[in-house]
C-alpha cells in the first residue's frame, strides 16, 4: 500500500525537554491512524510539525513519497494537510461561514470576497461528508461539537486529503462521538487519510486501523486494534493497568453546602436556557450533570460561579444566599471550579505556572497578605501542584503555553484542589488527561469528598459520570428531567435519557 | 553564574541598543544623502548633550515625556489603547492652573492641592471613556480621539479666554494665559540635588521638581504591578479577560480602573510646565501625550524601559536644537531616528525572543543528552 506520510528521525527540543525524540511514523494512504500516549508524550507538537507550524530539529518528511521541508501551514495545506487543533481556532465574532473562508476567500473582482461562492462550496462541503452546519451562525452561538464541525469543514474546504484531528472527541459525548466517527469513516471512504489522537482507548480501539503509541518523545510501538485490547494499549502507554473510576462507599451527610432553586437563566431569543433547576448537593457528595452539550449547562454553572446574573431564583452555597454575590466573594467564600476551556477561562497563557497557580485565588492566603502578593507562597503552591498532580513540566517557571494540554488541565485542577474548596464545581474536569493522570485526578476527587467536598460534576464522559457520582441529574432544554442512582444504570441507558429517547416511557 | 548573569542582561539590552546602532547607520545615510556630514552632527549632538545645562534640559524634557509614557503603558497593560493622553493632561493642566491660583495654603499643602486636582481631572475624564467602554461598548480608542478633540478645540479653548489673567485679552493683542499661581503653590527647583555632584548650574536652567515625582509615579507603578493582588488583577485581565473573569476579577471594573489610573498619570503630565511657569499660557507644551505612546511602545511598558525610552526621545528633542543652531544638519533628522528606532526597536525585540528561545532549547538539549532519564 503507499504511504501518505512517512516520518523519518523526527526530533523537536524545547527549553527542557525533548518532545520528539527520533520520531518514526509511517502512515497508509486511505487509512485511519490513532496516535495515543501519555500527556506530554509528544503527540501534539508531531502533528504540528507535520502541519508545518513548527520546524523539527532534525528528521525529514514525506508526503506522496516526496521529501518535503515544511515551513508554514500554508505549505502543508497546499500539499493536501489539513489539521484540527486540541484547542479550537475559530475567530468569536466571525460567522461560520466566515471562518471557513478565513485566509482562502473566493474573489471577486477588485478584490471583493466572493462570499455566494464560499457559501456554495460549504454547502458543497458539508453535503458531500454529511456533516451539517448553518453557514450564518456566530461561532460565538455554537455548542463544542458545532464547532468541532466548523473546524472540520474549515479543513476539507481546503481540499484537505490528509486529515489531523487532536484529541476531537475530548469534549463530544457518546452520541456526538458516534456521529464523528461516522464522518471520519465516511471521509475515508472518500480516499482521505486520517491521522487522529484520542486518550479514550476503547474509541481508538473502535475507529483505527493502525495505532502508533509514543512515550516520552519516543515511538513504543505500531500495532492493529485486532491485535490489542485497551489493556494492552494502557500499558504500552503508561506502564500500568486501565483504571475504572468507582465512587467507594457514600460519604454523603446531610449537611447541604450548595442549593440552587428554582433557578431561571434567560438566553437569546426570550427563552429560558435554564428553567427552574433546582438542586442540592450535600457535603461529602458528588452530583453528576449529564446531558448533551447545549441543554443549559454551560448557563447553569455560569450562573453558579457568578459570571452571569439568572433571571429567578436562588442560589445558596454554606447556608448563604449568594444568588448575587461577585464571583470574587463566591471563590473566597470557598467555591472551586475547574472550567470546560481551559484556554479560554482556565488559563494565562503567557504567564509562569506559578502565576498561573494563584489565579482565582489570588486574593487569599498564601498566595497573597492584605494587598500584597507572596511570591514564595505562590511558588510553594505551584511546587506543590506540579509534585502532587504530576504536572509534567522542566520547572514552574515556564509559561503556561509551554506544557501539554493534558498538563494543563492537571495544573487547573491541581489548583483548585489544593485551594481546599468546600464546593467544587468541575466541569469536564478529566479532559484530555491520559488514562493514568485521569484516574489520579479521580483518587483527589474522591479523597476530598471524603473530607466533606461537596462536588457538582459535569461531564461528558459517561463512565466518568457513573463512576464518581453519588446521584447523577439529566439536563435536557434547560430542565432537569431525571435524577438517576448510578449504580443501577449503564452508560447506554443514561445516553437514552440524555436524547430524551427513554423519558417518554420514565416519565409518563 | 555572574557570566551567565551578564549574558542574560547582554541579551535583555541587545534589542534596544540594536534599534539605536541601526537608527544611527540609517540616520547617516539619510544625512549623507540631505548632503551633510553625519559624523559632525552626531558630535555636534554629543558634545551638545555633555554639558550640564542640556542635561537639565534634557531631564526636563524627559519628565512629562516619562510620565505620559507610564500613562500610556497602564492602558496597554490592560489591553486598552488610551490616545487621549493628549486631551487628559491638557485638561488637567488648565483645570489645576486656574483652580490653584483661586486658593491661599501654606506651600506642601498648596503643590499638593493642585497636583490632586490634576490627577483627578485627568483621571475621571479619561475615566468616562473607560466607562463609555463598559457600559456602551464604544471603543476607547474613538472615545479618547474624540475627547481629545473635545478639550484642545473645545474646553481648553474656551476656558483660556474666560480663564484669562486680568479677564481680558493683554493689551498687545496676544493671550496671556490664565491667573499666575501663588509662589507657595509652585515646586521648588532641584538644582541643589544635581549640584551637590558636580558644580553649579548655570544659564538660568532649573532640573524640574516633577522629576521626583515622575521618579516616583515610576516605582509606585512598578510596585503595584508587579507586587499587589491588584497588580496582578490588572494584568491578568489584560492578558485574558474571560480567565481572569473566572479567577474574580471583573473585567468592566478593571477597564475603568485602569483608564482612570492612566488619565490620572497623564493629569500629571502638563506639570512640570505648570509648576515651573505657574499658569497655563496660550500656547502650552503640546504632543507630549502622543510622544508618550511610543515611549511606552519602546520601553514595552517596564517602569525603568520607559524611563530610558524617555531620556532617548528627551535626548533627540533637544538635540534637534543644536543642529539648527551649528547648522551641521537639519533639525528634522531626529523625527527621522524617533521613528527608526521605535521601528527596529519592535523588530529587534522579536529577533532576541527567537534567539534566547533557541538558545535555551539548546542548552536543554545538552542537559539531556548528559541525564537521559530527565526527560519527563
Ligand atoms: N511551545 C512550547 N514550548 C516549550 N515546551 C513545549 C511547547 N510545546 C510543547 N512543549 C513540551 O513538549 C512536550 C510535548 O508536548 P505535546 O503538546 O506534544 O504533548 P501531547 O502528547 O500532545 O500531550 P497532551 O496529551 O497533554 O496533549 C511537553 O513536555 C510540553 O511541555
Ligand atoms: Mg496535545
Known sequence: ?508 | MTGRLSHRLMLASAAPVAAVVIAVVLSSIVLLISGSNPLAAYADMVQHASKLETQVDILNRATPLYLSGVAAAIGFRMNLFNIGVEGQYLLAFIVSAHLGAQVELPAVFHIAFILVVAMAVGGAFSGAAGVLKVTRGVNEVISTIMLNAVVISGLAAWWIVEWQAGGEISATGGRVGTEPIAESGLLPNINSWLEVFTREIELGKKLTGMLVVAVAVGVVYHVILNRTVFGFDLRSSGANPTASHVGGVSPKRMVVIAMTLSGAVAGLVGMTELMNTGYYPSNPISLLGFTGIAVALLGRNHPAGVAVAALVFAFLDVSSGILQISGAASREIVEIMKGVIILTAVIAYEVVRRIREREEAAAAAAAMAASPAAAS
Open chain 1, 1 to 508: 500500500m503507499a504511504l501518505a506520510i512517512e516520518l523519518t528521525g523526527i526530533t523537536k527540543r524545547f527549553p527542557g525537554v525533548v518532545a520528539n525524540d527520533d520520531i518514526n511514523l509511517e502512515v497508509a494512504e486511505g487509512e485511519i491512524h490513532a496516535i495515543c500516549g501519555e500527556n506530554g508524550a509528544g503527540k501534539s507538537t508531531l502533528m504540528k510539525i507535520l502541519y508545518g507550524m513548527q520546524p523539527p530539529d532534525s528528521g525529514t518528511i514525506k508526503i506522496g513519497g516526496e521529501v518535503v521541508e515544511l515551513h508554514s501551514p500554508a505549505q502543508a495545506i497546499d500539499l493536501g494537510i489539513g489539521m484540527v487543533h486540541q484547542h479550537f481556532m475559530l475567530a468569536d465574532q466571525l460567522t461560520v461561514l466566515e471562518n471557513v473562508i478565513l485566509g482562502a476567500e473566493p474573489m471577486r473582482s477588485f478584490g471583493r470576497i466572493d462570499f455566494d461562492a464560499g457559501r456554495e462550496h460549504l454547502d458543497e462541503v458539508g453535503q458531500a461528508y454529511g456533516l451539517d452546519i448553518n453557514a450564518d451562525d456566530l461561532v460565538e452561538t455554537l455548542e463544542i461539537g458545532e464547532r468541532q464541525r466548523v473546524e472540520i469543514i474549515k479543513v476539507l474546504y481546503r481540499g484537505a486529503k490528509i486529515l489531523i484531528l487532536d484529541e476531537p472527541t475530548a469534549v463530544l459525548v457518546p452520541q456526538e462521538v458516534d456521529e464523528l466517527f461516522r464522518n471520519i469513516r465516511e471521509l475515508k471512504a472518500s480516499g482521505a487519510t486520517i491521522l487522529f489522537i484520542d486518550h479514550k482507548l476503547d474509541e481508538v480501539l473502535e475507529i483505527a486501523d493502525t495505532i502508533t503509541v509514543l512515550r516520552q518523545g519516543r515511538t513504543v510501538g505500531t500495532v492493529k486494534p485486532t491485535d490489542v485490547t485497551a489493556h494492552d494499549l494502557a500499558e504500552m502507554m503508561i506502564g500500568s493497568e486501565l483504571p475504572v473510576p468507582d465512587a467507594g462507599a457514600s460519604t454523603v451527610t446531610e449537611e447541604v453546602a450548595l442549593a440552587v432553586d428554582g433557578l431561571r437563566v434567560i438566553g437569546e431569543g426570550d427563552r429560558a436556557v435554564v428553567d427552574g433547576v433546582s438542586l442540592s448537593v450535600h457535603r461529602g457528595e458528588i452530583v453528576g450533570i449529564a446531558g448533551v452539550e447545549g441543554n443549559g449547562q454551560a448557563e447553569l454553572v455560569n450562573a453558579i460561579i457568578g459570571l452571569d446574573d439568572p433571571d429567578a431564583g436562588t442560589i445558596t452555597l454554606l447556608g448563604r444566599e449568594i444568588t448575587h454575590f461577585s464571583v470574587r466573594s463566591r471563590r473566597e467564600m470557598g467555591l472551586g471550579y475547574v472550567p470546560q476551556d481551559r484556554h479560554r477561562d482556565g488559563l494565562l497563557l503567557g504567564f509562569t505556572l506559578w502565576e498561573n497557580s494563584a489565579l482565582g485565588h489570588q486574593t487569599e492566603a498564601p498566595y497573597s497578605r492584605g494587598p500584597w502578593l507572596s511570591r514564595t507562597g505562590m511558588r510553594d503552591r505551584a511546587s506543590r501542584i506540579k509534585a502532587d498532580f504530576d504536572v509534567r513540566t522542566p520547572n514552574i517557571e515556564v509559561s503556561a503555553h509551554a506544557l501539554s494540554g493534558g498538563n494543563q488541565q492537571k495544573l487547573i485542577v491541581g489548583r483548585e484542589m489544593v485551594a481546599g474548596p468546600a464546593v467544587l464545581i468541575a466541569n469536564h474536569p478529566t479532559r484530555g488527561i491520559d488514562v493514568g493522570a485521569q484516574a489520579a485526578v479521580w483518587d483527589d476527587i474522591r479523597e476530598a469528598r471524603a473530607q466533606g467536598l461537596a462536588t457538582l460534576l459535569v461531564s461528558a464522559d459517561l463512565e466518568e459520570l457513573i463512576g464518581l457520582s453519588d446521584t447523577i441529574v439529566v439536563m435536557l432544554r434547560g430542565r432537569l428531567v431525571a435524577s438517576l442512582d448510578p449504580n443501577e444504570i449503564t452508560p447506554r441507558d443514561l445516553g437514552a435519557y440524555m436524547t430524551g429517547a427513554a423519558l417518554e416511557t420514565d416519565v409518563a
